[in-house]
């Protein structure tokens, strides 16, 4: 059953119309989602849906840094320019923008308490920021490449870095000081994560290992054994029981005295870039291009959480402690961060280089961020829910559930080979309910109105409920077959002697048109009409009218024609790969365009769908205005073929043709250069009708409507 699932894809959807730089997930729910993309646009996004609740936009490059704030009610966001933008999720609008950094973003990290912030930047510098009084509280400089990974401990008194130099450096906030370099790594490290409790460090990196470190000492604990590929993403379990490790299509659970792997668990979210926990599941994202993809793994069907283990445990070491108690000052945001940090924490004082350099660099200007909310059931379910008293319940959120699909199809199919089966099923589901019924006829006749379903009255005469499903035909069956097949005996011979006695009973002719009856196509899931022609299907008003040879005639009948339809098209394909082997794709293509067949015209925009390089110029202005045509099709998957066309095109020649449309005429005669503007023109008029007609369109709903969206999102790069 699926509930035997481990894991499973979640959804995956477009999240911007450019390529996406970096994803992070709520780790209070569980069930949000921030993105940032070249598109310099920040959405935020529910876990489960594919439409997005809120587009935040400011940002003058691209995206490549964001974070959601430990209670979710902020958003930060680092450009390419290092500048830095803080949205209140909760009134929807940029609370800071931060400037100071002389790169593009590359981590960030919020500070578990107060309202600080750290940012991590290729130019090898941290960077602690007071939100409110927006300005650089220090400068942290010591890593000698980017900085992959920011932490802040859980009492806050700390911030473990990860660089791309191979080095793990432990930061004192209190002292504005360099507390340890953690050097044994021996490729990039990746990510850190401190553990919940104990004073305990996991990093992982790209040479394959995760390494844990006491923080005390500051010694390595253990090492686990190399893994097939770079570790992506690390995550404690919230009550410290193992540490969840991503790496590409794989998900493990480790302890660390010693270290060992409780479990692992297969899965093709391929580099994964966070991982994220919630009503027992833990939920992995990861994107490629535009498009993002989310996972869900069953923690109860993984070790330690979904079993007892003999190996070793985390939680046995003895090791101290974080005091991670929330300062009694601490009473609101509106608080002043010092009175919300004392006295567990303080940091040094603003000083006035810091404050220098952080002006005049880009993204400054508040006045050009906007929010745009386009989901307000969702915005108001997951942010502004926030705002509620303390005291509030929360809302429980569900498990995700596992796709069905899976295991519906086998059952049919069993269905369909063995009809004794079907029909022993069948027997159980309808009369397992009414057998007290069947003891007492007259007693279950006067009940049966309120108890039977609406679907056993439609389908049933009143006074016949023990009789077997098989034999509920509708009332026009001729009186003949009413005779040979007494009502009432076949339920009670169904009942106490074996399924196939009744065999030999009936001919054989009799039997084969059962078994296109109604009652067998609801057992079965195979609908007659699908396969007759309506003339033979209705005639008589119902299909068990027919013989066997009557229904072999009619399928053979479309199985003729289609043997001619497709003998056609192989003999088209044949034509058009004669004239693409040898050499001259643009007359294979005027070649199958003058055979007016849709179908031999899908599988070649197949092909040049898979080859970017092939599509040219030439190729673009002969293909265009046909693909108008092709739109309109009745069949979703012609549509489809079509529409990942008129992406190519746009990402491959939408910048030639619109630098071609936009130029200056030349002075004199290039004639290179007027075919060349005449092959644009023809691309941008084709262009303009396709939007035009998916205008209108885009709103459909479906795998349609998304694809749709996608092509509208990629013609703003002619506009």
């Not at 992070?24 to 729910?29: D, E, R, V, Y």
């Not at 996991?202 to 010694?219: C, N, V």
């Not at 007359?587 to 899908?602: E, F, G, H, Q, R």
């Amino acid at each position: 059953m699926s509930q035997t699932k481990r894991a499973w894809k979640l959804q995956e959807f477009v999240a911007h119309s450019a390529n996406i730089q970096c994803l992070a997930m709520g780790h209070k729910s569980g069930r949000v989602m921030v993105t940032g993309g070249e598109d310099r646009k920040v959405n935020l996004w529910a876990l489960g849906k594919p439409h997005c609740i809120m587009s935040l936009t400011g940002h003058t490059t691209s995206v490549e840094a964001v974070r959601f704030g430990h209670e979710e009610e902020m958003v930060v966001a680092g450009s390419l320019s290092g500048a830095l933008k803080v949205w209140d999720l909760e009134q929807a609008k940029i609370m800071r923008t931060l400037t100071g950094h002389k790169s593009g973003i590359s981590s960030l990290d919020f500070h578990p308490y107060g309202d600080y912030t750290a940012s991590g930047s290729l130019d090898s510098n941290i960077k602690l920021w007071d939100i409110r009084r927006k300005g650089c509280i220090y400068t942290y400089t010591g890593h000698s490449d980017k900085v992959n990974c920011l932490r802040f401990s859980p009492d806050g008194k700390w911030i473990a870095s990860a660089g791309q130099d191979g080095l793990i450096k432990i930061w004192d906030l209190t002292a504005g000081k360099q507390l340890m370099d953690l050097r044994q790594h021996k490729g990039a490290v990746n990510t850190v994560e401190f553990h919940p409790n104990e004073l305990l460090l996991a990093s992982g990196s790209a040479d394959r290992t995760i390494k844990f470190w006491d923080l005390e000492s500051f010694q390595v604990v253990s090492t686990t054994d190399p893994e097939a590929t770079p570790i992506k993403s690390l995550l404690f379990h919230p009550d410290g029981l193992c540490v969840y490790s991503g790496c590409k299509d794989m998900l493990k659970a480790y302890s660390w005295e010693p270290a060992t792997c409780y479990d692992s668990v297969p899965i093709a979210w391929g580099d994964v870039a966070e991982i994220t926990m919630g009503q027992d599941q833990l939920i992995g994202s990861s994107f490629a291009q535009t498009n993002v993809s989310s996972f869900v793994i069953d923690l109860k069907r993984v070790q330690p959480v979904g079993g007892t283990s003999e190996k070793g445990s985390g939680l046995s070491s003895g090791r101290k402690s974080f005091i991670t108690e929330r300062p009694p000052t601490a009473t609101s945001r509106n608080s002043r961060p010092s009175d919300k940090l004392a006295p567990h924490f303080s940091v040094p004082k603003e000083d006035a280089s810091e404050r220098n350099d952080d002006q005049g660099r880009g993204d400054g200007d508040d006045t050009q961020s906007a929010t745009d909310i386009q989901n307000q059931a969702d915005y108001r379910e997951h942010f502004q829910s926030n705002a509620r008293l303390a005291f509030s319940p929360p809302k429980r959120m569900e498990p995700f559930q596992p796709p069905p699909d899976d295991f519906t199809e086998p059952e049919r199919t069993s269905d369909r080979r063995s009809n004794t089966s079907a029909d022993r099923k069948t027997h159980k589901i309808v009369h397992s309910p009414p057998r007290k019924a069947e003891r007492d006829p007259p007693r279950r006749v006067e009940r049966s109105p309120p108890q039977e379903s609406p679907r056993r009255i439609e389908r049933s005469p009143p006074r016949d409920p023990p009789q077997r499903r098989i034999e509920r035909s509708p009332p026009r069956d001729s009186p003949r077959r009413t005779e040979r097949s007494p009502p009432r005996e076949a339920p009670r011979g169904r009942d106490h002697s074996p399924p196939r006695r009744k065999d030999p009973s009936p001919p054989r002719r009799d039997q084969a048109t059962r078994n296109i009856s109604p009652a067998h196509k609801e057992n079965s899931g195979i609908a007659a009409e699908d396969f007759l022609s309506k003339a033979d299907y209705d005639r008589g008003g119902n299909s068990s009218n027919m013989s066997e040879s009557e229904v072999l005639s009619s399928i053979q009948k479309g199985h003729d024609a289609m043997m001619k339809v497709m003998t056609s098209r192989g003999r088209n394909l044949q034509i058009v790969r004669a004239m693409w082997t040898s050499g001259n794709t643009k007359t294979a293509i005027d070649s199958a365009l003058s055979m007016k067949d849709p179908a031999v015209m899908i599988d070649i925009l197949n092909v040049l769908n898979t080859k970017t390089s092939l599509w040219n110029l030439d190729l673009c202005s002969t293909l265009l205005p046909h693909l108008k045509d092709m739109l309109n099709s009745k069949y979703e998957s012609y549509v489809l073929t079509t529409a990942t066309s008129i992406k190519m095109i746009l990402r491959n020649m939408g910048p030639v043709i619109k630098a071609n449309m936009t130029a200056p005429p030349s002075i004199g005669v290039d004639i290179s250069r007027e075919e060349r503007h005449q092959k644009c023109h023809t691309c941008y008029m084709a262009l303009m009708d396709i939007r035009l007609l998916l205008e209108k369109r885009q709103g459909l709903a479906g795998k349609l409507g998304s694809t749709f969206k996608q092509v509208m999102l990629l013609m703003g790069t002619l506009d």
